[in-house]
């Protein structure tokens, strides 16, 4: 079962920063890693676009031959570092097929095409694992399908990507604006050429799509979460965050909730928000992430640390890779996709949080309770509003900038009540609308 010598045979399809990273924990801590398996593992081959020599691989491994390589008689595992949703998926579903457990990083993929994915495993009995998808090193898929499978998972709320964060922490320290703090980003190697990805929230909604479908036990796709990015972030709302103790973070946000009938829900989303600066989240700064998790019985558990980079991203895999060739050797398998609970997902409209609402408007009298009575014909209840100086306009003192912090409301009746103020001719425009998070009132 396991070729000539007793070894568990891998493939490794990609040799970028992750894949070269994995390649060389499988070589430097070959014994270790044979003893904690049970058996030697053997590199059989290595997945590339470009096979030439002195890739810090012998070139007799590397092939361009992706079909092939996967369905080899000899490759028991087969570790998927390539990316990006194709050719990996066809490839991830052609070893599954043939037999071979898989390991893979690929978010997109994972958060796109989970269901085909678990159900080709499932059919082949092998097992497919993923830490390394979300949050780099950090573990936290093996503590949500494993350390806490006997509990009641309520929420999973994190800092799940590590180019925003690093962007979002620039803007909080030095008062830079987006543009500025996004090239500092990209200089440093934090961002991508193409940044719209991670900007724009598509990473960490994919994220949030595979945390909120372990932790709930139900299937949830990139599609079901909502997304917002944080491109229209300013150094204002920053000092506005200030002004109110808080911070602002992209958040990926997943939830049980209890709806109106009773009816438990899925709620998964992904934003901007206010967080106070004495929550655990406020502290996580530069490219660094974290998770936090409530259970019903462990209480609030914490994970942080460094959430991409090539060599914590392959130690999350050679640990899906430890894991999968124990099975192997044990003629056993890893936990399956669980989703029995099918929870629906919840519409943003119906979710209920706190609210920053930053506008400008005419600098008159009576403008104050025209504003407070477009929030309460709607039931959304006024926490707290500042008139924070006033602003000026072209040299003249023309308007005043209000912020206003809101109690839970519906994000569908804070949207009516922003279209309604939009619409006063008191009312300049609304600057910016951000969720507050991380505090109960
Ligand atoms: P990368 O540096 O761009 O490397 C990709 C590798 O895959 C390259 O070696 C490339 O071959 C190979 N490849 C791409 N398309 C291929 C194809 N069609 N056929 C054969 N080989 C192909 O990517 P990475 O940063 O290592 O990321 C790999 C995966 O891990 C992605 O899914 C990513 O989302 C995920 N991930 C990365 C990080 C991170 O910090 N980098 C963190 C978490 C998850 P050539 O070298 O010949 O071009």
């Known amino acids: 079962m396991f070729g000539e010598e007793k070894s568990v045979g891998v493939a490794v399809l990609g040799l970028g920063n992750v894949g070269s990273e994995v390649v060389r924990i499988i070589e430097d801590s070959a014994e270790d890693l044979a003893a904690r398996i049970g058996a030697p593992l053997a590199l059989r081959g290595v997945g590339v676009r470009r096979v030439v020599a002195d890739r810090g691989v012998p070139v007799e491994l590397l092939t361009d031959n992706i079909e092939e390589l996967v369905s080899r008689d000899d490759v028991d595992i087969v570790i998927e570092v390539m990316g990006p949703v194709e050719p990996a998926r066809k490839a991830i579903l052609s070893a599954l097929e043939n037999g071979k457990s898989v390991v893979t990083a690929n978010k997109a993929l994972l958060s796109v095409s989970t269901g085909e994915l678990a159900q080709a495993a499932e059919s082949a009995h092998v097992d497919l694992y993923f830490e390394a998808a979300v949050a780099g090193a950090i573990p936290v898929i093996r503590p949500l399908t494993q350390s806490l499978a006997g509990d009641t998972v309520l929420r999973v709320a994190g800092i799940v990507n590590g180019t925003t964060n690093y962007i979002l922490s620039q803007m909080a320290s030095t008062g830079v604006d987006y543009e500025t703090a996004l090239a500092d980003a990209s200089a440093l190697g934090y961002a991508e050429a193409d940044p719209t990805a ?36 300013t150094p204002a709302d920053f000092a506005s965050a200030k002004a109110l103790g808080c911070t602002i973070k992209l958040l990926s946000i997943c939830e049980r909730v209890t709806d109106d009938e009773g009816q438990q829900r899925v709620s998964a989303r992904v934003y901007p928000a206010l967080v106070p600066l004495k929550h655990p989240l406020a502290a996580v700064n530069g490219a660094f992430n974290a998770v936090v998790v409530e259970a019903k019985a462990a209480g609030r558990l914490m994970f942080y640390g460094q959430g991409a980079g090539g060599a914590p991203t392959a130690s999350a895999v050679t640990g899906d890779l430890v894991m999968a060739a124990r099975n192997r050797v044990m003629r056993s398998r890893g936990p399956r996709e669980s989703r029995y609970a099918k929870l629906p997902v919840l519409p943003i409209g119906m979710v209920s949080t706190r609210y920053y609402v930053n506008m400008y408007v005419a600098d008159e009298p009576g403008v104050l309770s025209l504003l407070a009575a477009e929030f309460a014909k709607r039931d959304v209840s006024i926490a707290e509003m500042r008139q924070e100086g006033v602003a000026d306009e072209g040299g003249q003192r023309v308007a005043a900038r209000i912020v206003v912090i809101t109690h839970r409301a519906t ?3 804070l949207s009516e009540t922003v279209a309604a103020l939009e619409g006063l001719d008191a009312v300049h425009r609304v600057a910016s609308v951000l969720r507050l998070e991380g505090n109960s009132e």
């Not at 909120?212 to 979460?225: E, N, P």
């Open 411 to 413: 994000d569908a009746a």
């Open 198 to 233: 991670d900007v724009e929230g598509y990473d960490a909604a994919a994220k949030a799509a595979i945390l909120a479908s372990i932790a709930f036990h139900t299937r949830v796709t990139a599609d079901d979460v909502y997304r917002e990015g944080i491109t229209k972030i």
